[in-house]
């Protein structure tokens, strides 16, 4: 089960909506996954795809990203939409419109062909609007999934975005 809206130091700012979190993530376009790589973070920009409280990412079969994952699957996650640089007369007086969503949740990896194709089938769906099955055998065997079971996430929203 996904808790909704942790602690949040400015309130006001906080979504605890279910639909308007999961709007975000239906509009953003890129998800940052971060990892810790022992005391170091590494944080990737990735095309995703979301549905029952999951996150679905393609990469390639090696790479830093899985070795992290291989030794520690803790993730945080952050998609953001409805940026909006506010300009003022004075520079610190700047701001920012904006819709976020942060996370955290378990990663692993996906190895059977058949949850391959529910996870890659999700990802084109974001991206292109309809889902599809039609995916070759060499693609799915060179591709890998990763799969990240969400535990908490909060909205955050600044300005009238």
Do not use: W
């Given at each position: 089960?996904?808790?909704f809206g942790t602690d949040m130091r400015r309130k006001e700012?906080?979504?605890?909506?279910?639909?308007e979190i999961?709007?975000?993530?239906r509009k953003a376009q890129v998800c940052r996954l971060?990892?810790?790589?022992?005391?170091?973070p590494y944080i990737v920009p990735l095309c995703f795809g979301y549905g029952d409280d999951t996150l679905?990412?393609?990469?390639?079969?090696?790479?830093k990203k899985l070795d992290i994952l291989r030794k520690n699957r803790m993730v945080c996650f952050e998609c953001d939409?409805?940026?909006?640089?506010?300009?003022?007369?004075?520079?610190?007086?700047w701001g920012m419109k904006f819709r976020s969503v942060v996370g955290f949740g378990k990663a692993s990896l996906v190895e059977d062909p058949?949850?391959?194709?529910?996870?890659?089938?999700?990802?084109?769906?974001?991206?292109?609007?309809?889902?599809?099955?039609?995916?070759?055998e060499t693609i799915l065997r060179k591709t890998c999934v990763i799969k990240v079971d969400i535990e908490d996430m909060t909205g955050k929203k600044s300005g009238d975005p």
């Open positions: 089960m996904v808790i700012k906080e979504i605890k909506d279910r639909n999961e709007d975000i993530m971060a990892m810790a790589d022992g005391p170091l679905y990412f393609h990469t390639a079969q090696e790479g939409t409805d940026r909006e640089l506010i300009r003022s007369e004075t520079p610190c007086k058949v949850g391959k194709r529910k996870a890659l089938a999700i990802i084109i769906e974001h991206y292109a609007g309809s889902p599809t099955s039609d995916f070759e």
